[in-house]
């Protein structure tokens, strides 16, 4: 799947879900370079369901537990490093007390690096990881500096993933100067999920694990470059990246790749996520129990 058609069906699934109205669907569409018409379509297509109430705004989030919170070191701090064509901006934390176990490279949603990724990032922290995610708006100035944040999804299309790989590695050479001589983990949501599976066709060498929670799968993918063990996370009601499931597998299982397909029933896109109106507590609770899990046994 290109990673502008998600983000596309990214904004027909809020508007299907009650969490966008029409109008501001319409409005994210145009953003994203679809026309009056073929937006119309898409949205008609894909009415909300019986009993979905639509949104006069996005609903507040739900009451927050995230996993990890207790042992959080907490929030990220803001770090610039040098990237490929200019400053990068990011989200790190450390370990406090001691030597990192390992190094973690977050890859974040289609929304950039909003504070959930600064939490997030304090959270793997507290999990003994070196942590660092990217913010891969930086050549506009970075997430925080969009005045419209609905823009983030279109700078991201209309960035090559060529360019926003170069950012991601450019990450994982920073995370070598802060982690010296630590193997290095990836985890990416939605958006982020694809781009980690991106960063796995690109075969990129210097991944001892990745964690991709449902993001969209490459339509030809070919991982026999592949280094890292792969524990793919994926939505049981979440139809449109599902559709990618039996298709990465394949292609892990003929590349030899150590891999672990694991779905969570009755979850729905982006749960793990609790600042948003899909965040199921007990399938993140979950998710995150046994993401520590298979970093704790190929990061070490």
């Not at 949104?55 to 959080?72: L, V």
């Not at 909003?114 to 506009?140: I, K, M, N, P, Q």
């Not at 991709?212 to 049981?236: K, N, S």
Request: proline share 8%; net charge negative; aromatic share 8%.
């Amino acid at each position: 799947m290109a990673l502008r058609d998600y983000l596309v069906g990214e904004v027909a699934e809020d508007y299907a879900d009650g969490v966008l109205t029409r109008r501001e669907a319409l409005r994210r569409l145009a953003l994203l370079g679809l026309g009056a018409a073929a937006s119309s379509a898409l949205l008609s297509a894909c009415s909300p369901a019986p009993g979905v109430q639509q949104a006069s705004a996005p609903p507040p989030p739900p009451p927050a537990d995230p996993p990890g919170r207790a042992q959080s070191v907490g929030r990220g701090q803001e770090v610039r490093f040098a990237g490929p064509a200019g400053e990068l901006i990011g989200a790190w934390a450390a370990p406090t007390g001691g030597r990192p176990r390992a190094a973690l490279l977050v890859v974040h949603e289609n929304r950039g690096l909003t504070e959930h990724f600064f939490d997030l990032v304090g959270r793997l922290a507290g999990a003994g990881y070196g942590t660092l995610c990217v913010d891969l708006l930086s050549a506009r100035g970075g997430t925080a500096a969009l005045t419209d944040p609905a823009q983030a999804p279109t700078v991201l299309a209309d960035t090559p993933v060529d360019a926003l790989l170069a950012d991601l590695r450019a990450g994982i050479d920073e995370l070598g100067r802060r982690v010296p001589g630590g193997k290095v983990g990836v985890v990416g949501f939605c958006f982020g999920g694809g781009m980690t599976w991106q960063l796995l066709q690109a075969g990129e060498p210097r991944l001892a694990a990745a964690v991709p929670f449902y993001g969209p799968v490459p339509d030809q993918p070919d991982f026999h470059g592949v280094t890292a063990a792969v524990l793919a996370m994926f939505a049981g009601l979440d139809d449109r990246v599902n559709a990618g499931r039996e298709r990465a597998e394949a292609a892990l299982r003929d590349a030899g790749v150590t891999y672990w397909i694991r779905t969570f029933e009755g979850a729905d896109h982006a749960f793990f996520n609790d600042t948003g109106p899909r965040y199921d507590a007990d399938a993140a609770r979950q998710a995150y129990a046994d993401m520590l899990d298979w970093f704790g046994r190929y990061l070490a």
